[in-house]
């Protein structure tokens, strides 16, 4: 009997199941831990596909690697199919690289995902332009598929339902979605828009009648468009599992209740490792599975040469980030056009799955122990920046520069976001407000009532001065103005330029002044203002010093900045060491887990793609403040002794060295 390919695939799978060929059964995506992405967006063009894929090259990798799960390539932006498909045209194919995945993934018990484009489909629009997204000149787009379209339901679910039939995957890493789609004048869009607001005119900028409206409406039809297709996935295979790439990260920063599987997004690009602070520290506050993945090269969208592949420590070094924060990671890399996977990139996969594993007990799923918060305003970029979701780019540098700017003073910081800041507030020290243009009334409720009752708040930036007047003690003079602003620190004057809110203080004390010149003899500006209200304390920054501090990284700035989130509240720890480490506190099973991240020499330019080399750096000594003596003390990995001594409420350790990541662990 001649067995068709969904049919030799399910008894292969059985049969070596059966036989006790297969290793402990794959798990769900919550609870697996290192993945590999490949994909390669395969063209009407590509003349090689699938050439040079063996199961031999296969096994080489998984037995070398081992990872939890593989995300293989089935369907790219350009829309092809990279393997026979009934359903929609495929591209050029040799040989039949998916198939060969799942043989032998299935027989090491390893999970096998899928790569699919959903929103960016340039196949579907030339075939159907009527799916195509229209702008607001009436052009249908060549590359982006309309979410107000037949096309989830003609094309989409049926090229899934297709993979799920013929090899038995087991999920889907749904690419060019959230930060895919665009404003949409599809007619299909307009007769909803008429309906909602009674406008026949679709708004083209943010001054014309309805723009927020618009913008909302097609939000709303993308959450439809990803439930749909979610919805029918899970009917017609329970347990299969879906990610919509960035959905619910800070792309979409709402609270979930689509039911995806997990959560997932590839970051890219320069100083990948301070995104990827940001980020997982995001991440870490959703309350789903999830995991971040990492490029295993530079783009070539970065540099004027291409591709250019990062070596294992850098990789190390952004996986220890994402590790802190207790997520999943993942790598991606491309293979030859033909599938063919190098050794020499195996090895690089194979030691960072040997750093990732030696962490995972107690990284994975760990939580944090709350002390300082920095609110994430979902209500501020919707209502303040015209798109529909991230990347934001600079809009979210409030946030990226205040993370970045604790993390090197030392301070172990969480982000918040704003739809969880009623139910996780009181559980934190200190929380700062970073320069957002609107976070919008019921966060300001919250904080003041978190200020209210004892809390400690930092705000930043001259709107949030408007917003939390009454808790200030100054007077405002005049509206916000751009102007130069320098700030005298230890050693430099610390550049803080941009829109400040001139001030009188009342009552407030000034802790800071700005200058705008590099004289602090003359001309001085009150920068910020420390003071009591109801039984907390606030500390107001009246200009945009995240947002300087996310553009430069200036020492003196961090140096001023550190020393005033100090003078609001003490720390847990105190630390003396290089500003390149990172510290960060977490709890897993009665644990208690104090990472130490070696950032040194992190990628940060273009012309400096790739790094081999991450210094070592020492002595340090921690200064943390305990109810009690901690037990059972050592550095992991290796269960190593720990120098340290109590005194005085504070267990003081000392470290001669940290090369990578350590982490302190104590009962």
């Known amino acids: 009997m001649m067995l ?86 495929s591209a050029p194919i040799v040989r039949d690289s998916l198939a060969l995945w799942r043989k032998v993934t299935a027989r090491h018990g390893v999970r096998l995902y899928i790569h699919f484009s959903g929103v960016w489909d340039e196949v579907a629009v030339e075939d159907h332009p009527e799916w195509a997204r229209v702008d607001a000149q009436g052009r249908r787009d060549n590359r982006l ?35 895919a789609v665009q404003p949409d004048y599809h007619p299909n869009a307009r007769t909803a828009f008429h309906a909602g607001t009674g406008l026949d005119k679709l708004p083209q900028t943010p001054d014309d009648p309805g723009w927020r409206e618009f913008l909302e409406l097609n939000r709303e039809q993308f959450r439809r468009y990803v439930r749909r297709y979610v919805d029918e996935l899970h009917r017609y295979r ?40 940001l980020e997982a520290r995001y991440l870490s506050s959703v309350g789903k599975p999830w995991d971040l993945m990492a490029w295993g090269f530079q783009s070539g969208r970065e540099n004027p040469v291409g591709p250019v592949h990062k070596p294992a420590v850098q990789l190390m070094q952004e996986a220890a980030v994402v590790l802190a924060q207790g ?45 300082v918060g920095i609110l994430f305003s979902s209500h501020s970029l919707y209502n303040t920046v015209p798109k529909l979701f991230g990347g934001w780019g600079s809009e979210v540098d409030p946030a990226q520069g205040w993370v970045d ?56 930036g001259a709107e949030n001065a408007h917003r939390f007047i009454e808790c200030l003690q100054v007077e405002l003079r005049g509206r916000p103005r751009r102007v130069a602003a320098y700030v005298p620190g230890k050693e430099v004057f610390a550049n803080a330029s941009g829109l400040w ?18 004289d602090s003899t003359r001309d001085a500006h009150p920068a910020a203002t420390l003071n009591s209200w109801g039984d907390g304390r606030v500390l107001a920054v009246y200009g945009p010093v995240g947002i300087a501090y996310a553009a430069t990284h200036a ?30 506190r977490r709890t897993k099973a009665g644990k208690q ?45 290796g269960n190593l002794p720990v120098r340290g001594r109590w005194e005085d409420g504070r267990w003081i350790v000392e470290l001669e060295r940290l090369e990578l990541h350590r982490m302190l662990v104590w009962e």
Request: aromatic residues 10%.
């Open 4 to 89: 068709n390919r969904r049919q030799f695939l399910a008894l292969t799978v059985s049969s070596l199941a059966s036989t006790g060929q297969t290793k402990q059964a794959p798990r769900s995506r919550a609870e697996c831990f290192f993945g590999v992405h490949f994909d390669l967006h395969p063209r009407d063009t590509d003349t090689a596909l699938g050439r040079d894929v063996t199961e031999e090259m296969i096994e080489r990798f998984l037995e070398r690697v081992q990872p939890d799960y593989v995300q293989y390539d089935y369907k790219g932006h350009p829309g092809f199919i990279g393997y026979p498909s009934k359903v929609s045209r």
């Open 145 to 179: 598929t309309s979410t107000f379209s037949e096309y989830v339901d003609q094309r989409m679910i049926p090229q899934l339902k297709e993979a799920i039939d013929q090899y038995q995957i087991d999920g889907a890493w749904v690419d060019g979605e959230c930060w």
């Open 238 to 277: 329970p347990g299969f599992e879906i990610a919509s790439n960035w959905l619910y990260t800070t792309y979409v920063p709402e609270r979930p209740q689509i039911p995806v599987d997990f959560i997932s997004g590839d970051y890219l690009g320069n100083a990948a490792l301070a995104r990827a602070r």
């Open 327 to 371: 997520g999943g990671f993942q790598v991606y890399y491309q293979p030859t056009r033909a599938g063919y996977l190098d050794e020499r990139h195996i090895e690089v996969m194979a030691d960072l799955a040997r750093f990732c594993r030696q962490r995972q007990q107690l990284c994975h799923r760990s939580e944090t122990v709350p002390e």
């Open 405 to 460: 700017l604790l993390v090197e003073n030392q301070i172990p910081t969480d982000v918040i976001p704003d739809w969880r800041l009623a139910e996780l507030a009181a559980s934190y020290a200190c929380i700062i407000v970073p320069e957002w243009p609107d976070i919008g009334h019921e966060a300001t409720q919250i904080l003041l009532n978190y200020l209210r009752d004892g809390g400690r708040l930092l705000i930043a």
């Open 501 to 518: 809110q001139d001030i009188e203080p009342t009552t407030a004390f000034v802790v800071l002044h700005r200058y705008p010149t590099y």
């Open 555 to 584: 020492p003196e700035l961090r140096r001023v900045l550190g020393n005033l989130v100090r003078q609001l509240y003490e720390p847990s720890l105190t630390f003396e060491g290089p500003p390149t480490v990172e510290l960060v």
């Open 593 to 637: 887990i104090l990472h130490l991240l070696n950032a040194t020499n992190m990628q940060v330019a273009t012309n400096y793609s790739a790094i081999d080399f991450v210094p070592p750096v020492g002595p340090m000594r921690i200064r943390l403040r305990l109810q009690v003596p901690p037990q059972n003390p050592r550095w992991e990995p």
